[in-house]
């Protein structure tokens, strides 16, 4: 399933230099790095997404949590079997580490563990959000903002900044920035934000993406959840390896700080891939706002060519291609309260 190394080549020369006639020279090169390959099942079913505040309410929070979880994981997994093949699916949970850190792993990641287990779901997963930032040493989330290729409106005139530089990107035309009074000299006239792909009417989203505190950037929720998205697909790489991949947990205990836990660690050793062809997450409805900016981001997104042909050869070789719109691929059950 992994193809990382480099290609050696021979590439014939002609040579006309010895007077004697062309003859072939071949001269050996190396190719570009190839595209890593990740284990991909059919679907990455996550359980929660939750955040330090709901940690520090106790474990009656993260029970009330898997218990409105619990229906919608099943429903999932015999959707994910019609046709009545087994299906592959693995399931994750994210805890937010990057904002605001609680506790720590070794007191708790048992009682999410144990949580989720008294509700009668596994996980098989358990990740880190600040590895969506920065993982291995490697830039993740600057990555996949270099790979932002904004969908520019009708009658963009490129005066504003591009996202990478102001931190904001919306899924249409904004409003002008100028006043309202059309009186001034040179003022542009007011009109209202349109939705590039509007269907009669628009739903203009503006997403913030980053901040900076004291010279340092702080990645907003949505873009962080973004590139978790991508790593559940199977579509995150750098210099053709995959990132965000799981490492086995075999340790009896959790270590006692979060930065010595890898961003993504397999507590199942039984589990289907991490990755997969499809995503569906099972959140409280205050996370809509949230996952709608995700889409937003996800839609402007110049995903790697070669990754991309890799999931959609292996679907469409197990009879279910994907959708070739990366949002069509991710589904949701969002659930009242919480």
Partial sequence: MTDTGTAATTVPVTDTGSGAGPRAVFRETTAEP???????????LELGH????DFEAGPERLRTHFTQVKPWADAAGVLAAAGGR???VSTCFLVDDYFTRFSTPAELLPMVIAEAGRAGLTIDYLARESGCAVADGTAVAEEVQARLVESPPPGTDGSRPPAVQT????????????GLTEAMAGAEPWHPPAETAARRHSVFVDVELWDEVDGRRWWACPFLAAVWQLARLGLLRHAGEAVLQPVPWTAAEFPRDWDELPPVIRLNPAA?????YRTCSVLPARFLTVEHAV???LDQVDIDAEA???????????GMPVPEE???RISYVMYAGG
């Fill in 34 to 44: 190839r595209v890593q390959s990740v284990p991909l099942a059919q679907l990455s």
């Fill in 50 to 53: 939750l955040y330090m505040e």
């Fill in 86 to 88: 087994r299906a592959r």
């Fill in 167 to 178: 931190g904001w990107l919306a899924n249409g035309q904004r409003s002008p920035v100028g």
């Fill in 272 to 276: 289907a891939p991490f990755s997969a």
């Fill in 295 to 297: 889409r937003v981001i």
């Fill in 308 to 318: 991309l042909a890799q999931v959609a050869r292996r679907s469409l070789s197990e």
């Fill in 326 to 328: 990366i949002t069509d």
